[in-house]
C-alpha cells in the first residue's frame, strides 16, 4: 500500500499509481507540463498518482521511458495544490512516485538494472541530492542507485 501525508487533517491517506488514460490534467489548471500531448508520446509509459477513495483526483504525475536498458524519468509533476506553499494539501507525493520509479528500475534486464536517471532542473538538484539521495552525473544529469532506490521504496511504497 501507498500513502501521502494529508497536512490538513494530519494522517495518511491512502493512494494508488497507475497508467493514466484519458483525459489528463490541464496547463490552464495550473499545471506545467502539456500532459496530453505527453501521454501520446512514444516509448513512453505515464502514471497517475491518485487518491484511492477518490479515483477522480490527481495528485500528481510521472512520465516514463526506457533507453539502452536504463529507466529514464523524463517528467514528474506534482499537482498545482501540493506545491511548497502555506496551502499545501499533500505531502509526499514526488516521494512516491520517484519511489515507483525507482521500483520499476529493478524491472529492467541489463547492466542498469535497479539504476533510475533523469535531468534535474538546476535549482532542483541539491534537493535531489538531499531528499531523495540522487547523485549527480555530469550537468543536470542525475541518478538513484539500486541501493538508495530500494530504501526509497522501503520508505514511500510500503
Known amino acids: 500500500m501507498t500513502y501521502i501525508y494529508d497536512l490538513g487533517n494530519n494522517k495518511l491517506i491512502e493512494v494508488e499509481i497507475i497508467l493514466a488514460s484519458g483525459k489528463m490534467p490541464l496547463k490552464k489548471d495550473g ?11 512514444k516509448n513512453t509509459k505515464t502514471y497517475v498518482l491518485r487518491l484511492k477513495n477518490n479515483p477522480q483526483s490527481v495528485e500528481g504525475l510521472l512520465q516514463l521511458r526506457i533507453e539502452s ?4 524519468m523524463d517528467v514528474i509533476e506534482i ?4 506545491f511548497s506553499s502555506s496551502n499545501k494539501k499533500f505531502d509526499y ?5 520517484i519511489a515507483f520509479a525507482c521500483r520499476e528500475s529493478f524491472k ?4 542498469y538494472k535497479g539504476f533510475l536517471t ?3 532542473k538546476t535549482n532542483l538538484i541539491e534537493w535531489y541530492k ?5 547523485t549527480q552525473a555530469l550537468g543536470q544529469r542525475m541518478y ?7 530504501k526509497l521504496i522501503e520508505k514511500y511504497l510500503y
Open 108 to 111: 529492467i534486464e541489463g547492466n
Open 93 to 97: 507525493v514526488a516521494g512516491c512516485l
Open 69 to 72: 536498458d536504463m529507466l529514464i
Open 130 to 134: 538531499k531528499k531523495y539521495g540522487a
Open 118 to 120: 533523469f535531468t534535474s
Open 79 to 82: 499537482a498545482p495544490h501540493n
Open 144 to 150: 538513484i542507485e539500486d541501493s538508495i532506490g530500494l
Open 31 to 41: 499545471w506545467k507540463f502539456d500532459w496530453n500531448k505527453l501521454i501520446k508520446e
